[in-house]
């Protein structure tokens, strides 16, 4: 497992526009997320935890603080090095899995390796065995319609472990779900975690299944309460 944490933030402050002022979407956070680690990020609507997710995936900069993902200061990065870390080391997961219409469940994961320019053999034998993974060996050759909501954010979750993600970002995964289905995800993105030896931030409005995870982080006008990860679940 990595020694560095997969996700490191410090100081951390991302201002918008706001008429002619600017609006703290994040304010000073500090956060550390260790490898093998899963954080739940609660917190009320517009208090700032898509904002921290997008500076996490680096897809915005911040305006100030340090963003480190797997000991990598993302700071010292152009966008084209910004981009090469979110591909190959930064799992993205949304509410809506975003599956292509046409294409069957492997292949939805095949493509992603194409995307990164990997043209591989392995792709194949892969894809198959993180389908497997995630609970999906029969389902391989179905296309997005013929899977219900929580097939599909299993395909989701096995698309996002296809390159060797060290950081994985998970936005209210359980939202379309009923409750059953959201427990099965929810325990399977802590085993993942586990397995792969990867850090996870999962957004949730779910309180539910927060007990199912390492630590809580509460998010409030852009401040985050602390959260302090245990570095022994990380380690089980
Ligand atoms: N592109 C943007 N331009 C200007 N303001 C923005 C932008 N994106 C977000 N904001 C503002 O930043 C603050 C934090 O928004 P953010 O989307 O991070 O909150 P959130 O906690 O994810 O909300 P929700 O739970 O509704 O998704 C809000 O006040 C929001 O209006």
């Known amino acids: 497992m990595s020694v560095f944490p997969a996700l490191s933030l410090t100081g951390v402050t991302l201002e918008y526009p706001d008429g002619g002022g600017t609006l703290k979407a994040l304010d000073n956070v500090s956060l550390n997320v260790p490898a093998g680690g899963i954080l739940s990020l609660v917190g009320p609507s517009g208090s700032g ?3 921290l997710l997008a500076v996490a995936a680096t897809l915005i900069r911040p305006t100030a603080g340090r963003v480190e993902v797997a000991g990598v200061d993302t700071s010292t990065l152009d966008d084209a090095g910004r981009t090469t870390l979110r591909r190959g080391r930064v799992g993205l997961i949304f509410q809506q899995p975003n599956l292509l219409p046409s294409l069957t469940a492997v292949e939805q994961l095949i493509i992603t390796d194409r995307l990164r320019g990997q043209r591989t053999s392995a792709s194949g034998p892969r894809a198959l ?8 060996t029969s389902a391989a050759d179905k296309r997005p319609h013929q899977l219900s909501g929580g097939q599909r954010q299993r395909v989701n979750i096995a698309r996002a472990l296809m390159g060797s993600p060290a950081l994985m970002l998970v936005d209210e995964p359980t939202a379309a779900l009923d409750h059953e289905r959201s427990e099965s995800i929810v325990k399977l993105l802590v085993h993942l975690t586990r397995e792969f030896g990867f850090g996870t931030v999962m957004v949730t409005h779910d309180m539910d299944f927060v007990p199912l995870t390492d630590a809580v982080a509460g998010m409030r ?7 302090v990860m245990s570095s022994a679940a990380a380690q089980e």
């Open 49 to 51: 935890k898509s904002s």
């Open 221 to 227: 006008d852009g401040r985050l309460s602390s959260a």
């Open 129 to 136: 065995d993180l389908l497997d993974l995630v609970g999906l």
